[in-house]
């Protein structure tokens, strides 16, 4: 037996013994071109999770209610429309490690992030700056460029980028904490993304939280690339705010819905500007129709609009799978797998040109691994992986690929057929 068909064996043992099976049949994976295997490898998970196989029975299932009941749905429902984002309350506080009154989930990442800073970025001349990663994904960047703006101030002055050491590719937390400890008396608001999308690097929430606090700002976190990848606490670990998206790690599909999650302490805080509409409101009043907002203490209470039904079904569906695993047990899987993963790359592709550029400490990172490709183009890099091999991973201009072993359905052969197709792909070169 070639040492490329042991290491092949190996990964097949790995997932034959591994403590928590795979749960791929769950999932719709992609096809692979023609050729020796028939689904995909698929490491994009941290872009697009994979559709679960239950999804398009729990929309055809609000779809019947619908055309059975029509706006009798709202009450008689097999899942009555006029409470159910309630049923998403509790799995979605766990998946994050909150209090089920300080989760919601509605909107998308974006939205979510600006009516959060409705509440939450309250500038004074004296103390108006945002801090955030320089690598921080443009929509963050765009949305507190915005706001600075909005509220009067200039986002070249007051928008802070931190930028990693020089040499190294990802921030590391401690200096985000030293740099709001030793400057940070203009800042109004630190919005950092736990996991950042380019790098993959998991931030140090709790200590960079405090260090927030310590200073007088407010500690917002863009939970994109956390949520449903990492083990979170953001109830003990005292962040201000959070909000992330559903559509990556949560499998909830493309532009899902998205979850905002608001301290305890400011729940009962009627003094925080809000936007208000028809869902802000107490529910047990909500239909006397009254002008003014009875307003909730919880998360709901940032709530404008009535929630879309079919598209909350996928985010339920998702967040019940979770719910049955455990973030734990995910969490656990990913290390495993993440490591392994980084194996193959040290030796299978020792001989070429690429570099990891997601820390190497399993504490500091998620189920990604950034790798800059060198000279061929990260684009062409990727699509001849899908194309030639059937692993499918995604891009960051100019030079890096991310590969992203989500423990949901990625296999420990996934990543033996990653490796090994990078290899491949790099051997031959640009032309």
Known sequence: MTALALAEQHAIELDAGDPLPTLRERFHVPPAPGGRFAEAAYLAGNSLGLQPKVTAARVASELDDWARLGVEGHTEGTRPWVSYHE??????????????????????????????????????????????????????????????????????????????????????????????????????????????????????????????????AIVGWDLAHAAGNVALRMHDWGADWAAWCSYKYLNSGPGALAGAFVHERHLA?????????????????????????????????????????????????????FDAVGMPALEAKSRRLTGYLESLLDTVCAGCEVEIITPRQPERRGAQLSVR????????????????????????QPDVIRLAPAPMYTTFHDCWRAATALAEVMDSGAG
């Open 269 to 321: 805080d009627r003094s925080l500007p809000k936007f208000a509409g028809w869902w802000s409101t107490d529910p047990s009043t909500r239909f006397r129709m009254g002008p003014v907002v009875e307003a909730v203490d919880s998360a709901d209470s940032w709530q404008v609009s009535n929630p879309p039904i079919l598209a909350l079904a996928p985010v339920l569906a998702s967040l019940e799978v």
């Open 87 to 216: 049923l998403l309350r509790a799995p979605a506080a766990r998946l994050v490690g909150a209090l089920a009154a300080e989760v919601v989930v509605m909107n998308s990442l974006t939205v979510n992030l600006h009516l959060m800073m409705v509440s939450f970025y309250r500038p004074t001349a004296g103390r108006h700056a945002i801090v955030i990663e320089d690598t921080a994904f443009p929509s963050d960047s765009y949305a507190v460029r915005s706001q600075v703006a909005f509220h009067g101030y200039d986002p070249d002055q007051a928008v802070i980028r931190l930028r990693p050491r020089e040499g190294e590719t990802a921030l590391r937390s401690e200096d985000v904490a030293a740099f709001l400890r030793q400057s940070g008396e203009g800042v109004a608001l630190v919005l950092l993304g736990a996991v950042n999308y380019y790098s993959g690097e998991f931030l140090d929430i709790e200590a960079i939280t405090r260090a927030g606090h310590d200073t007088g």
């Open 373 to 396: 490709v060198g000279d061929i183009a990260a684009g062409i890099v990727s699509e001849r992986l899908r194309r030639r091999h059937g692993v499918f991973a995604d891009a960051r």
